[in-house]
């Protein structure tokens, strides 16, 4: 039987008594350009950590490729990669030889490792700061070596935590080309973002996370068909995730303003 490339089966999390991740059932298919999205704090980075075997969950289980993480935990390693939110990178490496350490870690022949690392930092525009120490890097130039690192070993899943954040407008549009293109390829991509137009654009199907709670899911079509006809995923999301409310407070403190 041909298994969900990422399948989460009442996966919980509490730290303590607060309860960030509730009881999340959601199968995400191979090739599939998955959007994780919600406010802050609304339990995305703690989804992501679960399904790539850094944090425990309190409950349930979640599998890729039907392998589960937790209790198989480095044969299902080896199908993945991840982009943390602030990626923690060797500051003594130069950007060359962290894409050689990783290629190392997962076992790339050296003639492949070459050749892949030129071209992908060729699409991130980083070819001229290879040799240079990954300190000196600005904060999208970490992301996007990063990036490079994740794709070094083409994982058949991709996880990434806001890939977009401290990305120039040139360097989200080529991220956002060479995911489509990866997934098109067979590459399964779990993302979480902030940035709805992304998530619009480019995800096939997208999923909104509310206080640990998944209270959305489909394809932009089928989310606008439930009552949104006509609005824009902004709206739908601040819609389900109380932001008008937000909304009105921001006119009252303005009002005041003008009172004065
Ligand atoms: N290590 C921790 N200890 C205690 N509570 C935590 C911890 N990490 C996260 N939380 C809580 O869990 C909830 C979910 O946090 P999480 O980081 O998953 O949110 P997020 O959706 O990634 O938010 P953001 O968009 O700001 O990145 C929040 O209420 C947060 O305060
Ligand atoms: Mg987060």
């Given at each position: 039987?041909?298994?969900?490339?990422?399948?989460?089966?009442?996966?919980?999390k509490?730290?303590?008594?607060?309860e960030?991740v509730k009881d999340?059932?959601?199968?995400?298919?191979?090739?599939?350009?998955?959007?994780?999205?919600?406010?802050?704090?609304?339990g995305?980075?703690?989804?992501?950590?679960?399904?790539?075997?850094?944090?425990?969950?309190?409950?349930?289980?979640a599998?890729?490729?039907?392998?589960?993480?937790?209790?198989?935990?480095l044969?299902?390693?080896e199908?993945?990669?991840?982009?943390?939110?602030?990626?923690?990178?060797?500051?003594?490496l130069?950007g060359?030889?962290?894409?050689?350490?990783?290629?190392?870690?997962?076992?790339?022949?050296?003639?492949?490792?070459?050749?892949?690392?030129?071209?992908?930092?060729?699409?991130?525009s980083?070819?001229?700061?290879?040799?240079d120490?990954?300190?000196?890097?600005?904060?999208?130039?970490?992301?996007?070596?990063?990036?490079?690192?994740?794709?070094m070993?083409?994982?058949?899943?991709?996880f990434m935590?806001?890939?977009?954040?401290?990305?120039?407008?040139?360097?989200?549009?080529?991220?956002?080309?060479?995911?489509?293109?990866?997934?098109?390829?067979?590459?399964t991509?779990?993302?979480?973002?902030?940035?709805?137009?992304?998530?619009?654009?480019?995800?096939?199907?997208?999923?909104?996370?509310?206080?640990?709670?998944?209270?959305?899911?489909?394809?932009?079509?089928?989310?606008?068909?439930?009552?949104?006809?006509?609005?824009?995923?902004?709206?739908?999301?601040?819609?389900?995730?109380?932001?008008?409310?937000?909304?009105?407070?921001?006119?009252?403190?303005?009002?005041?303003?003008?009172?004065?």
């Open positions: 039987m041909e298994h969900a490339s990422i399948n989460l089966s009442h996966l919980a509490s730290y303590r008594k607060h960030a999340l059932n959601l199968e995400v298919n191979k090739g599939e350009l998955f959007g994780f999205l919600g406010p802050n704090g609304a995305k980075t703690t989804t992501i950590k679960m399904l790539t075997g850094l944090l425990e969950p309190t409950s349930g289980s599998q890729i490729n039907g392998i589960d993480i937790w209790k198989s935990p044969k299902a390693k199908k993945i990669a991840y982009v943390p939110d602030q990626p923690n990178l060797y500051p003594k130069t060359w030889d962290y894409l050689e350490f990783v290629a190392s870690v997962f076992r790339i022949p050296n003639s492949q490792f070459q050749s892949k690392a030129n071209e992908l930092l060729k699409v991130f980083l070819t001229d700061q290879a040799n120490l990954i300190e000196s890097y600005s904060h999208g130039m970490k992301q996007k070596i990063a990036i490079c690192g994740a794709l070993s083409h994982p058949d899943v991709l935590d806001e890939p977009t954040v401290g990305l120039d407008p040139k360097s989200a549009r080529t991220l956002k080309n060479l995911l489509r293109e990866l997934c098109d390829g067979g590459m991509v779990f993302l979480s973002t902030h940035i709805l137009e992304i998530a619009e654009q480019m995800c096939d199907r997208v999923g909104i996370i509310f206080e640990g709670d998944i209270i959305a899911l489909g394809t932009m079509n089928e989310l606008k068909r439930e009552d949104h006809a006509g609005e824009s995923l902004e709206d739908i999301f601040l819609e389900l995730t109380g932001g008008e409310d937000q909304q009105a407070i921001i006119s009252e403190i303005s009002d005041d303003g003008d009172a004065k």
